[in-house]
C-alpha cells in the first residue's frame, strides 16, 4: 500500500507507526480551495494508495481514481440497523440551515446540534435554540458564493436532539468488520486520551460493526456510556479522524494489509 500523508500532528503519530513497520509514505501539502498536493505524489499503482490528513482529500482521491484513497462513508444517522441503539436518534429534527432559521424557536431550550454528513462543517455541541438561529440567520446573511467550501451552508442538513447525560466516550477503529484498536477520550467531563475500554463497551462496538456489515471497509466509530447504558455516538472518516491513544502499529499494519485484498484476481 502506497501511504500519502497531509502533515498534522496526528499523521506524524501515524508516521512514527509506519516507520516501525517499515512501511514508506510521503508527505504532501494542500494548496487550500484548490485541493491540488505538493509535491505531486509518485504514485506506482492507482489500485494500492490510501490517504490520511484533512476529510477533502476524497475529492482528491476520487479525482484520481485512488483505491482505497479515502473511505468515504455514509449518515450514520440514516442507518437503520443503528437506530435502536443511537444516543441522539430517538425524537431527532433533520433541517436545512434555511429551515432552522424559520421553524426553531427562539428560546433557550438546549440542543444537541451536528451535520448529519460526515463533512465537517461544524463539530457537534450542544447550543440553545438562541444561539443555533443565530449562526443560522448570520449563514444565510450570506450569498451561497461568498462561502468558502467546507462552512455551513443554506442547505446544510443538521440533525438536532435533545441532549443526553454521557458517563464516557471511546473510539473504535473498524477495519473489514472487525474491531483493530480504541481509545477512551472522555471520562464524564473530562478530556483524557487512554488506550483502555470496558469488556462490554468493547463488545458492544463490535456487535454494532456486526450489525451493519457493509456499512464501510474501514471507518471510526464513536461510543459512549450513559445513565441508561452503551450507545453510538456517531462515525467518522477514518482518514481524517484524530488518533487519540490509539494503537497505530496495529492500525496501519491492518490497512496496509487491504492491498492484497484490493489486487484483482490473476
Known amino acids: 500500500m502506497q501511504w500519502i500523508l497531509q502533515q498534522f500532528e496526528d499523521t506524524q503519530k501515524l508516521a512514527d507507526a509506519l516507520e516501525h513497520l517499515g512501511i514508506r509514505y510521503s508527505w504532501h501539502k ?3 480551495f484548490v485541493g491540488e498536493l505538493i509535491p505531486e505524489p509518485d504514485v506506482q499503482d492507482k489500485q494500492a ?3 490520511f490528513g484533512s476529510y477533502t482529500l476524497w475529492r482528491y ?3 484520481r481514481g485512488f ?3 479515502v473511505f468515504r462513508i455514509r449518515p450514520f444517522v440514516h442507518e437503520e440497523p443503528w437506530q435502536a441503539h443511537m444516543l441522539n436518534g430517538p425524537g431527532a429534527l433533520f433541517l436545512t440551515t434555511k429551515e432552522i432559521a424559520t421553524k426553531l424557536s427562539d428560546d ?3 440542543w444537541f446540534i451536528r451535520p448529519v454528513s460526515d463533512s465537517k462543517e461544524q463539530a457537534g455541541a450542544v447550543k440553545s435554540s438562541a444561539e443555533i438561529l443565530k449562526t443560522a440567520r448570520k449563514v444565510l446573511s450570506l450569498d451561497p458564493d461568498e ?3 467546507g462552512s455551513l451552508r443554506h442547505d446544510t442538513l443538521m440533525m438536532l436532539t435533545a441532549p443526553a447525560r454521557i458517563l464516557q466516550e471511546w473510539r473504535i477503529w473498524i477495519v473489514n468488520g472487525q474491531v483493530v484498536t480504541y481509545s477512551l477520550y472522555k ?8 488506550h483502555e475500554i470496558d469488556p462490554d463497551a468493547l463488545e458492544f462496538a463490535q456487535s454494532l460493526a456486526r450489525l451493519n456489515e457493509g456499512y464501510s471497509p474501514a471507518f471510526v466509530m464513536d461510543i459512549c456510556r450513559t445513565v441508561d447504558g452503551l450507545r ?3 462515525t467518522n472518516c477514518i482518514n481524517a479522524a484524530g488518533f487519540y491513544a490509539a494503537d497505530l502499529v496495529k492500525l496501519a499494519e491492518v490497512i496496509d494489509g487491504m492491498a492484497r485484498d484490493l489486487q484483482p484476481d490473476s
Do not use: H, Q
Not at 471520562?187 to 487512554?194: C, K, N, S, W
Open 147 to 149: 462561502i468558502p467550501s
Open 232 to 234: 453510538l455516538l456517531e
Open 49 to 51: 494508495v490510501v490517504m
Open 108 to 110: 433557550d431550550r438546549a
Open 187 to 194: 471520562d464524564g467531563t473530562r478530556v483524557t486520551y487512554r
Open 61 to 63: 482521491a476520487e479525482s
Open 67 to 69: 483505491k482505497p484513497g
Open 30 to 32: 494542500v494548496v487550500p
